[in-house]
């Protein structure tokens, strides 16, 4: 392992309890860059904090997130990305810029509220967001916190989900398809891939992700979005660009963005401060919002 990474957290994982609920967090729809979407809001004070979730999510991954920091009084937005949760389709080319350019968007709008710089979170697909943004030197970004970000070392059926037999199914069946079913089958592959310990999983955090999965046609076109950002790899981001702080967090079970990713990462970004943690798979944010809170609640104090 690269000198550069520091190992953090790296005791066992108990599965952590949320904090009690609180009523600072706000759900409400939005315009963003011209997208309707949805945002999840901890009302509070510092500098804001944008949370990008990955391929297939949306803004509700980020819960465990926001009610700590909404607990800490830190002010933070989840936002639904386009193409997925209940933002409109995008166009299938250039994807990546889109989803970049939305999240620009989400930057320039919370610094002009605030009159702050903003700490933007990402992850998996929200991650390699986090990571092109931060190469836009003119924008108002205090520091990026990529979370098994893609673009890096990413597993080849990310690709070619479409082929792996019980989601070819699932699209290509001629009858119709419920979706109960369609829930069923998209849960199933969520909670092999993404989690360190699928079977320690709570149901409503899988019921959170399939909530928007639910038409096969749906899930097809979002797989086309992702096949289509394939070409991007050779390109992945302009390290020599990026000069903000940089703290990535990475789950050494992660089954989907491979954990050697960390190593490129602190050879490409030397300042950057890497954290891998044990038994954790692709949703650090699900399976230790602590260890991602503390990561923001760090870079927010220096910001």
């Given at each position: 392992?690269?000198?550069?990474?520091?190992?953090?957290?790296?005791?066992?994982?108990?599965?952590?309890?949320?904090?009690?609920?609180?009523?600072?967090?706000?759900?409400?729809?939005?315009?963003?860059?011209?997208?309707?979407?949805?945002?999840?809001?901890?009302?509070?004070?510092g500098p804001p904090v944008i949370l990008l979730h990955g391929w297939l999510d949306n803004a509700e991954t980020w819960l465990p997130v926001l009610e700590r920091l909404a607990a800490r009084g830190q002010s933070a937005s989840a936002y639904d990305q386009p193409g997925f949760g209940v933002a409109p389709d995008m166009e299938v080319e250039n994807a990546l810029d889109q989803l970049t350019d939305f999240a620009e968007d989400a930057v320039l709008a919370a610094?002009?509220?605030?009159?702050?710089?903003?700490?933007?979170?990402?992850?998996?697909?929200?991650?390699?967001?986090?990571?092109?943004?931060?190469?836009?030197?003119?924008l108002p970004i205090a520091g990026i916190v990529p979370i098994g970000p893609a673009g890096v070392r990413m597993a080849r059926f990310f690709f070619t989900a479409d082929r792996i037999p019980v989601v070819n199914r699932l699209i290509t069946m001629p009858a119709p398809v419920s979706p109960a079913a369609v829930r069923g089958i998209v849960g199933r592959f969520y909670r092999s891939l993404a989690f360190g310990d699928p079977a320690g999983v709570d149901q409503a955090v899988v019921d959170r992700f399939t909530k928007f999965n639910d038409d096969r046609r749906v899930v097809a076109r979002r797989i086309e979005y992702v096949k289509g950002i394939r070409g991007d790899l050779d390109h992945a981001f302009e390290a020599d660009r990026i000069t903000v702080p940089v703290t990535v967090i990475w789950g050494d079970r992660d089954r989907l963005c491979m954990p050697g990713g960390a190593e490129d990462l602190a050879e490409a970004i030397p300042h950057a401060r890497i954290q891998m943690l044990e038994g954790i798979g692709h949703t650090p944010q699900v399976e230790s919002p602590d260890v991602v809170v503390d990561a923001i609640a760090e870079m927010t104090s220096h910001a």
């Open positions: 392992m690269s000198p550069a990474i520091r190992l953090g957290d790296t005791g066992e994982h108990p599965r952590e309890a949320p904090p009690a609920p609180t009523p600072r967090l706000n759900r409400k729809r939005v315009t963003v860059g011209g997208v309707p979407t949805r945002v999840l809001t901890a009302r509070g004070d610094a002009a509220r605030s009159g702050r710089k903003v700490i933007v979170v990402g992850n998996s697909l929200g991650g390699w967001v986090c990571l092109r943004l931060a190469e836009r030197q003119n």
